[in-house]
């Protein structure tokens, strides 16, 4: 039987466990805020949003740590829907201001209720103060110096 070289055993890579935890957590979620039409992405930017208020494409980006391009592809459908407006800045064309319409603020009001049930749930299966700080430490990895996104 073969062994594998600790360097290369996928129980050692941050980036693999990480996604799984995302991925199960993320799927969770989505199944939560299915009965709204939600997935737990779009949820996260409409909160955004709602705490931001209108903002550009490239700062939203910045603060849900996701890329340009890929947060734009998710804004399509919720501006499809309504929910929010994604307009030319008119200070600098080049710039994209996107706004939570009060469409998407209702939506948000009514996703916040499975939201903070699937919440606590995973707090109560985890440990309240481990998953704060979980999510210290998840927040600590966004300041290791890295620059995924830059060009």
Avoid at 83 to 98: F, G, K, M, P, Q
């Amino acid at each position: 039987m073969a062994t594998t070289p600790a360097s290369t055993d996928p129980a050692t890579c941050n980036n693999l466990a990480l996604r799984k935890a995302a991925r199960y957590l993320g799927a969770t979620y989505d199944k939560a805020l299915a009965p709204v039409g939600l997935r737990a992405t779009q949820f996260g930017i409409l909160q955004k949003l709602s705490n931001q208020g209108e903002t550009t494409i490239t700062h939203l980006a910045e603060t849900i740590a996701m890329d340009r391009t890929t947060l734009a592809t998710n804004l399509k459908p919720l501006a499809r829907e309504g929910l929010v407006t994604v307009e030319h800045s008119a200070s600098d064309r080049r710039a994209r201001i996107v706004t939570l319409t009060p469409d998407g603020l209702a939506r948000l009001e009514a996703a916040l209720p499975l939201w903070r049930a699937v919440q606590e749930q995973f707090e109560d299966a985890f440990g309240a103060d481990r998953a704060s700080q979980l999510r210290a430490l998840l927040d600590e990895v966004l300041d290791t110096g890295f620059q995924p996104w830059a060009e």
